[in-house]
């Protein structure tokens, strides 16, 4: 096992599971989530913090990002988004935060750099996702060389996605195993109290379940099973 380990946590099912892989692999462990004024910011940092205490962090921090909602250009930070050119020239959904993985990744390395810690674990998926281009074992391979070059002769940190490859069915598969807590976990983009059902967030979530052969845990509106 690894000593120190440094979890970025959305509170989604994708960075819950990382979390659930992450505390086996690590003996210390340290969550990090960002608040960047998503439209369910209330809801995510709620399921941060239950899912933090379950695995018994180590020690915990919210940093605020709202500069990305001041930028604008998505419609998970803005709920009058409208599309403008440049959006609809993308090949990718418009709930995509302008290069928002890579912030986060660089406040883990910060961090990581002050405690010691050897390990970043990232819950991103590339196959079976919404195409977010930060999402991509490309985009990942070259933070890690970014993260070399910086640290130069410093302690190692390495990057760690272990769900990347996994489909969502298999996301949830691997978390029944581990155990993981679903319960706490949120991934509605819209909805805070009863998750809509309808986002894509949502569909994805309740396909895999449904795939996996499990009931999910959480409360949609107008009770919606797939």
């Not at 029944?176 to 998750?195: D, G, N, R, T, V």
Request: with cysteine; hydrophobic share 40%.
């Amino acid at each position: 096992m690894n000593n120190k380990a440094i979890v970025l946590l959305s509170g989604g099912m994708d960075s819950l599971v990382t979390a659930a892989i992450a505390a086996q692999e690590n003996r210390e462990l340290y969550f990090l989530h960002a608040s960047y004024g998503q439209l369910t910011q209330e809801k995510e940092l709620q399921s941060f913090e239950q899912i933090a205490a379950h695995y018994r962090a180590k020690d915990r921090k919210v940093i605020d990002l709202g500069w990305l909602r001041n930028l604008g250009g998505s419609r998970l930070t803005d709920a009058g988004f409208e599309a403008t050119d440049e959006s609809q020239a993308r090949s990718f959904p418009d709930t995509y935060v302008p290069f928002r993985n890579a912030n986060l990744i660089c406040m883990a390395v910060s961090w990581a750099e002050v405690i010691g810690a050897q390990s970043i674990y990232l819950g991103v998926v590339e196959e079976d996702s919404s195409g977010y281009p930060d999402c991509s074992k490309s985009f990942i391979q070259a933070m890690q060389k970014t993260i070399d070059i910086a640290r130069g002769t410093s302690h190692p940190i390495r990057l760690h996605a272990p769900v990347i490859d996994m489909s969502k069915s298999e996301i949830v598969a691997t978390g029944m195993s581990l155990h993981a807590p679903f319960e706490l976990s949120w991934s509605c983009y819209f909805a805070s109290e009863k998750a809509c059902g309808k986002c894509d967030s949502c569909n994805l979530r309740l396909k895999a379940f449904a795939k996996a052969g499990f009931e999910d845990p959480i409360i949609y509106q107008g009770a919606e099973t797939l």
